[in-house]
Structures are given as C-alpha cells and as structure tokens.
C-alpha cells in the first residue's frame, strides 16, 4: 500500500520502510522498455524503440546506465550517471541533459530532474512495480519547443 506523507508531502516514511526496500534489493537490475505499454503523447514513440536500462540502488546511491539502439546498433547513445538520492544535481552524460538530481518520494517511487546548463528539460517519476517485476516511467520534457508527456513502461530482463 501507499505510505502516509507528511504535511511536507515528500519524503516522508514510516520507519523501517525505506530500509527494507533497500535491503530487498528489488529495485536493482536490468530492465528493456515495452514498446506496447508505453505511450508518449505526441504520438512518435518508434514502434522498434530499443532501450535497455541497468539501475544499481544501494542505500541513497543510484546508479544508472542505458543503451539506446533504437537508431543504430552499431553506434548506440547511451547515459549513464552516478547520484546520490539527495536532491543535488549530479553530472551525467548522454544526450539532452548534462546533470540529474533525484528523490526518493515513497521506498518504490523516485522523482528524477534532467537539466541542461541549470535548466530543467525533464521531470520524471519513476516507480517499481513488484506486482510485475517492472518499472514504469511518467514524465514531461521539452522537446522541440513542446512539451511532451510520456509513459514508458520496462520488464525487468
């Protein structure tokens, strides 16, 4: 079930419950996106969109590295970054932003800002669906002058 929030509203956790989220360890692992339970709302999610993601949570230590094939095999874009889940900005590479800053808001659910040059181009929510074994994103960002909304749904591999 859902956590009680404080009347800050993020953040806040029964006791013990982050801990034994990450003492599961359930939220790390490698996850490939479904093409059929993802939508994005300008209607271009490529029907052969090809992304992996490897998530590594250990404590507050996020790390998280991609490969996009979706255009080219032989030359795939990628990301990759190492956070702490604090808040702070933290470098990353890839295409679209150059730093992440996260926080946790429930012990299976992350808020995730992309920016680029201190700006903010992406928010995203991610939760771990243990019903499933999966991860789904909801998220808006800038693209071309839009803003585009999106949900993209991962099967752990």
């Avoid at 003492?23 to 059929?36: C, D, I, K, N, P």
């Avoid at 209607?43 to 490897?54: N, Q, R």
């Avoid at 889940?85 to 990353?92: H, I, K, L």
Wanted: proline share 5%.
């Amino acid at each position: 079930g859902r956590v009680p929030r404080s009347a800050s509203g993020v953040g806040k956790h029964l006791p013990g419950e982050v801990e034994e989220a990450r003492a599961e360890g359930s939220q790390s692992g490698v996850f490939r996106l479904v093409v059929e339970r993802s939508s994005w709302s300008n209607g271009k999610l490529p029907p052969t969109m090809s992304l992996e993601i490897t998530v590594d949570i250990e404590g507050d230590d996020f790390e998280y590295h991609a490969v996009n094939t979706t255009e080219s095999v032989d030359e795939p874009y990628r990301v990759d970054f190492k956070a702490v889940v604090d808040g702070t900005p933290y470098p990353s590479t890839g295409r679209g932003f150059d730093s992440v800053s996260l926080t946790r808001l429930l012990p299976d659910e992350y808020q995730l800002n992309k920016t680029l040059a201190d700006a903010i181009t992406a928010c995203e929510y991610w939760r771990f669906v243990e019903d499933d074994n999966g991860l789904v994103k909801h998220g808006s960002m800038l693209q071309d002058g839009a803003i585009m909304a999106y949900v993209e749904y991962f099967a752990r591999t």
